[in-house]
C-alpha cells in the first residue's frame, strides 16, 4: 500500500460540491451585529473632520467607531478606500444605509503615483515621519562587478517593469468575532491564524490562551490574505467592547480597493556578457511601488536576490529600493518577488541572446548553473539538482523544437502569427517551522490537527497521503483537521509554496512518534519487540493491530501516549523547471490567444500529481493573465479605475490553453523527510516569461526587431510593437 506519488482524488471536495462547506460569510451565529467601515474617496487627504451624529441616530445602528480604534494614523488617508470610520448594526442594509450618513470633512493633499516622481526632491509625501517616498533601501552584491564590465565584450542595458495586479480571490476577506466574557473567538477568510491570534490579543491586552482563531474554508488566496488587516483587529475590539457577535465582509469593491495588491516591480539594468553570450555581470536597481504602507516588506530584496536566476553569473550588485505612493498597499501575491525576478532575467537573457545574434536556447545552456549546491553572487545558496541535465530533458519532453517548426509552418503556409516562448526558472520556497498533532482512536483511525491554513490546494488529501504511508493503513483511517489555533500549538500557515514540505515533514515526524509510541504499548501488550507491518504490530504467530494497541491502553493494560505532537523546522529548497508556451497574435487587433502550456518542473517528491497538475494549471493561467489581461489602473489623483470585476479582467477558464504538464522526480538527497521542494508557486513564476517570449515571437514575423519590455502585453501594445517598423 503506498499513497504518495499517486493520483488521489481530493477527499475534501465532497462537501465544496454539495454546498455544505462553510464560509466565513456562511457564519451566522444568532444576534450577529454586522461591520461596515466609512471609507476615504480620496487617495491623500487630511481628515479635518469625522461626524457620526447622524450615524448614531440613524435605525438599526448598536455602536460607531472613529479614531479610537486607530483609523486614520497621523491625521490623513493615505490611498482610496482607507477607513475613516466603522458602524456596527443589526442588519446589513440598514448599515449600507446608515454608512451614507457618515460625514467626513477633508483636505484634499497632491497625490503621488509614480514611483519615480515620488523620489524627486519636493514630492508630496506619503509619510512624513520618512522625510522622503523611500521605505527601504538596500544594497546586494557579490564578486568583482568593475572587473567583469572591463572585460565584457558588449555593455547592455535597459528597463524592464511588471504592472501592479490584484490578486481577486474569489471570496473577498471577510471576519466574524465573537467574545462570551472568556473567550474571544474569531473566524476568519485567512492565511495566518496564528498570526491574528497574536495581533488581536496584543491589541486588547488578552492572554494568548484567551483568543482563538478559525480558518474555515477560503475561496482563495494567492498571499493577499497573509496579513493581518485592520479590519480584523477593528472588528475584535467591536465584539470585545459589545460583548456581542461582530461580522464584516467585503464587497468587492472594497476587496479591490482595502486589499493589497501584487507585482509592480521596475528593473533598471545593466549586463556584462562575452561574445559567446556569457554573462558575466549585472548591475541595476529594483524598484517597489510599495503603494502607501510598507507592508510588501522584503519583494524588492527578493527579486534583487534572485535576480541571477538559474544562471551563473559570477558578479552581481543590484540595488533594492521600495518607494511609498497614493495606492493600496503592495505586498506578497503567489510568488511574491520570484516571478518578478524571473521575468527580468529571463527578458535579459532573451536580449542578450538577441543582440549577439545567438539562439535563445543555446544562451541558456552556455549560462545555466552547472554544479549544485551552488551559490549566486548575492549569497543565495541552490540546494539540489541538475540544471543542465533538466533543461535537455525538458527541450525534448516539451517539444520545443517541433513546436517551433510547426509555427513557421503555419506562418508560410497559412498566414498564422503563432509564436513559442520558453522559460527557465529556479525559485526559493520553504522557511520557519511547522506544527502537526496526531492522536491515534479507539478504533485505529488517525486524526491529524495541522496548522496548515489550505485556500483550495487540496492539503488535506495530500497530508492523508503523507500520514497514510508513514502507518501503513488505508487512508479512509486518517482525517486531517487544520486552520483552528485550538488545535496545535502555533504554526505559520500556507505560503511560499512551503505547505505540503514543511506540513508534510512534520506530519511524517508526528507519524513516526506515534508509532514509536504505540509500538512501546505493544510490546507491553504482545511481551516481545513487536515488528510493525501494514499497520500491524507482530510478534511472531502473534500479531496486534492499532485498534487494538490503544483499547489496550485505555483499559491501562499497557502504557503510551495516545496523541503526540511533531514540529518541523525547514531551511529553503530550491526547485528548477523549464515552462513552455505557444500562443497566436491576431495581426488585425494584436489580440493574443494562449493555444497551449507545458511544464516540466523538478520539485523532488510529487505526493499527489493530480493536486501538483493543478497547482500547475491555476500557476500558469494567474502568470497568463499578468503577461496579457490584469492590470490595476489608476488616474492622476488617485482614483482606481479598475474597482470591480466589471473593468479588471480575470482570465475564466475560456482563456485557459491546453495544459500537459511534466514532473522530473529527481532523487534529491535532502534533509526534508518527505522529499518535496514545492510546486504552488512554480508556474505563476516561470509562465509569465513564457507567455511574454511566445508573444514576441510571433510578432517578430512581421517586425524582426519588435521587443517585449513590459507586461501586461496587451493588445493596444501588441498591435503598436507588431507594426511599428512599417509606420
Known amino acids: 500500500m503506498r499513497y504518495i506519488g499517486k493520483p488521489i482524488l481530493r477527499v475534501e471536495d465532497d462537501v465544496i460540491l454539495r454546498g455544505r462547506a462553510q464560509y466565513v460569510d456562511d457564519i451566522e451565529p ?72 457618515a460625514v467626513v470633512e ?47 565584450a558588449r555593455v547592455l542595458e535597459g528597463r524592464l517593469s511588471t504592472q501592479r495586479v490584484i490578486p481577486a480571490a474569489m471570496e473577498p476577506r471577510g471576519v466574524v468575532a465573537m467574545y462570551d466574557g472568556a473567550t474571544l473567538t474569531m473566524w476568519s477568510s485567512t492565511q495566518v491564524p496564528f498570526d491574528i491570534k497574536k495581533e488581536v490579543a496584543k491589541a486588547l491586552d488578552l492572554p494568548l490562551s484567551s483568543v482563538r482563531v478559525i480558518q474555515p474554508y477560503v475561496g482563495g488566496a494567492f498571499g493577499s490574505k497573509l496579513l493581518v488587516y485592520p479590519e480584523e483587529v477593528a472588528v475584535a475590539k467591536a465584539a470585545y467592547m459589545l460583548k456581542r457577535t461582530v461580522k464584516w465582509v467585503a464587497t468587492r469593491s472594497e476587496d479591490f480597493k482595502a486589499t493589497t495588491h501584487g507585482r509592480a516591480l521596475v528593473l533598471d539594468y545593466k549586463v556584462a556578457v562575452d561574445n559567446g553570450g556569457r554573462i558575466l555581470a549585472i548591475e541595476g536597481t529594483v524598484y517597489a511601488d510599495a503603494g502607501a504602507y510598507y507592508w510588501g ?71 545555466l548553473v552547472k554544479r549544485l549546491p551552488y551559490t549566486n553572487p548575492l549569497g543565495v545558496t541552490y540546494d539540489t539538482g541538475d540544471y543542465p541535465a533538466v533543461f535537455e530533458r525538458a527541450l525534448e519532453k516539451l517539444g520545443y523544437y517541433q513546436l517551433k517548426r510547426w509555427a513557421e509552418e503555419e506562418w508560410k503556409k497559412n498566414g498564422r502569427l503563432i509564436g513559442v516562448g520558453l522559460s527557465a526558472y529556479v525559485e526559493i520556497t520553504t522557511f520557519g517551522y511547522e506544527a502537526v498533532v496526531m492522536r491515534a482512536e479507539r478504533d485505529g483511525s488517525i486524526t491529524v490537527y495541522t496548522a496548515l491554513t489550505p485556500t483550495g490546494q487540496g492539503l488535506v488529501t495530500a497530508l492523508a497521503q503523507v500520514v497514510a504511508d508513514e502507518l501503513e493503513i488505508p487512508i479512509e483511517k486518517v482525517r486531517v483537521y487544520w486552520g483552528d489555533t485550538a488545535y496545535v500549538p502555533d504554526g505559520i500557515g500556507t505560503m511560499g509554496s512551503r505547505s505540503i514540505t514543511a506540513g508534510g515533514s512534520a506530519a511524517i515526524l508526528a507519524a513516526r512518534k506515534l508509532k514509536a509510541e504505540l509500538s512501546k504499548a505493544a510490546a507491553q501488550l504482545l511481551n516481545c519487540e513487536p515488528v510493525y507491518r501494514g499497520g500491524v504490530f507482530h510478534c511472531g504467530d502473534r500479531s496486534a493491530t492499532i485498534q487494538d494497541v490503544v483499547k489496550a491502553v485505555l483499559r491501562g493494560d499497557a502504557e503510551a501516549q495516545l496523541t503526540v505532537e511533531a514540529i518541523y523546522h525547514a531551511e529553503s529548497n530550491f526547485p528548477f523547471g523549464v515552462h513552455l508556451a505557444v500562443v497566436e497574435v491576431d495581426p488585425e487587433t494584436g489580440f493574443v490567444k494562449p493555444l497551449l502550456y507545458k511544464s516540466y518542473d523538478d520539485v523532488g517528491q510529487v505526493v499527489n500529481p493530480l493536486l501538483a497538475a493543478g497547482q500547475i494549471h491555476g500557476g500558469a493561467l494567474q502568470g497568463i493573465a499578468q503577461a496579457l489581461y490584469e492590470e490595476a489602473i489608476y488616474d492622476e489623483g488617485g482614483n482606481l479605475l479598475t474597482p470591480n470585476l466589471a473593468y479588471y479582467y480575470v482570465p475564466t477558464a475560456h482563456e485557459a490553453p ?12 535532502s534533509a526534508t523527510p518527505i522529499g518535496s521542494k514545492g510546486i504552488g508557486e512554480a508556474a505563476t513564476i516561470a509562465s509569465t516569461p513564457a507567455v511574454i517570449s511566445a508573444v514576441e515571437d510571433a510578432i517578430r514575423k512581421i517586425n524582426p526587431r519588435a521587443r517585449i519590455v513590459k507586461t501586461p502585453a496587451d493588445p493596444e501594445y501588441v498591435y503598436k510593437l507588431m507594426w511599428s517598423a512599417r509606420g
Open 297 to 367: 516588506e522584503g519583494l524588492a530584496d527578493t527579486a534583487a536576490k534572485m535576480l541571477p536566476g538559474p544562471y551563473e553569473i559570477r558578479a552581481a550588485r543590484v540595488r533594492a529600493v521600495s518607494v511609498l505612493t497614493n495606492k493600496t498597499p503592495l505586498s506578497a501575491y503567489r510568488g511574491a518577488g520570484r516571478p518578478e525576478a524571473t521575468f527580468f532575467i529571463e527578458r535579459i537573457v532573451d536580449a542578450v541572446a538577441d543582440e549577439l545574434g545567438l539562439d535563445r536556447i543555446e544562451v541558456r545552456r552556455r549560462n
Open 658 to 669: 491546453r495544459f500537459e504538464v511534466y514532473f522530473a522526480e529527481e532523487p534529491h538527497p
Open 30 to 101: 444568532p444576534g450577529v451585529l454586522y461591520a461596515g467601515f466609512v471609507r476615504s474617496p480620496y487617495a491623500h487627504a487630511r481628515v479635518v473632520k469625522v461626524d457620526l451624529s447622524d450615524v448614531r441616530g440613524a435605525k438599526g445602528v448598536v455602536a460607531v467607531f472613529g479614531p479610537e480604534l486607530g483609523f486614520a494614523p497621523g491625521g490623513k488617508v493615505r490611498y482610496q478606500g482607507e477607513a475613516v470610520a466603522m458602524v456596527v448594526a443589526r442588519d446589513r442594509y440598514l448599515l449600507y444605509d446608515a454608512l451614507e450618513k
Open 106 to 152: 477633508y483636505e484634499p493633499l497632491p497625490a503621488v503615483l509614480d514611483i519615480f516622481e515620488a523620489m524627486k526632491p519636493g514630492a508630496p509625501l506619503v509619510d512624513e515621519s520618512l522625510g522622503s517616498n523611500i521605505a527601504s533601501d538596500e544594497v546586494y552584491q557579490g564578486g568583482d562587478v568593475e572587473g567583469a564590465f572591463r572585460e565584457a
